[in-house]
């Protein structure tokens, strides 16, 4: 079975602009959850969807935003890109709950400049 | 809201030799205790797990033990090889937020030849 895929891997933006990242979950699994990885502040969970709903946001500004797909898919957008957003973007899946075990991608590593 | 920390941030032990990562929780109702390893350039991969209603569990050289009184989980590695070098994260699910999950600081551990 494939795991979770990323994409980009790398993407360097200019403050002010916006970004979209994109992640398709294994297959069979509903729920993609969406980290921010930096040396500072660690792994912070951004939101968690399951079946194209929100269940779950962290303490991320409204600048952050995703959505889910009919098929499972999931987008996150930064818009209004701050130096602060440079992180690694991780995407997380897993079957229905969560806490059946979460299964990560290899991230997008974002560098805003 | 939840709280992990994590002990000690570095480890450096001898290869053959065993490596202990120590984890505490705040929120008594946390029911999932995952543990992540993260290679560089890659997502962090679940290693281990453990539910609250079990004390141990074993998977070949790795184990994780489970105090529910005491609030805290750890990490067993044994006979550690040098590919066990990377650093490990562990992670608690709150009850009251199954949807997301709380990541503690990391530990880097490394393994001397």
């Known amino acids: 079975k494939a795991g979770v895929t990323q994409t980009p891997r790398y993407l360097i933006k200019t403050r002010g602009q916006q970004v979209t990242l994109s992640c398709s979950p294994i297959?069979?699994?509903?729920?993609v959850s969406w980290y921010q990885q930096t040396p500072g502040q660690g792994l912070q969970f951004l939101f968690e969807y399951f079946s194209e709903t929100q269940r779950n946001k962290g303490n991320f500004p409204g600048r952050f935003s995703g959505r889910q797909f009919s098929n499972s898919r999931s987008e996150m957008n930064v818009s209004t890109l701050e130096l602060g957003d440079s992180a690694l973007y991780l995407c997380a899946s897993s079957p229905a709950q969560p806490r059946e075990g979460q299964y990560f991608g290899p991230g997008t590593r974002l560098t805003v400049t | 809201g939840e709280n992990v920390e994590q002990h000690p941030s570095t480890l450096s032990v001898q290869e053959g030799d065993s490596a202990v990562i120590k984890c505490t929780y705040s929120?008594?109702?946390?029911?999932?205790f995952p543990w992540y390893k993260q290679e560089l350039g890659k997502g962090p991969q679940l290693i281990i797990d453990?539910?609250?209603?079990?004390g141990e569990k074993k998977d070949q050289r790795i184990a994780v033990t489970l105090n529910k009184t005491a609030k805290h989980f750890s990490l067993h590695i044994t006979e550690t090889q040098p590919e066990d070098s990377a650093v490990y994260f562990c992670a608690v699910r709150p009850e009251s937020s199954a949807s997301k999950i709380i990541f503690g600081s990391g530990t880097r551990l490394s393994i001397r030849p």
């Open positions: 453990i539910r609250s209603n079990v």
């Open positions: 297959s069979g699994h509903r729920s």
């Open positions: 929120d008594s109702a946390s029911n999932y």
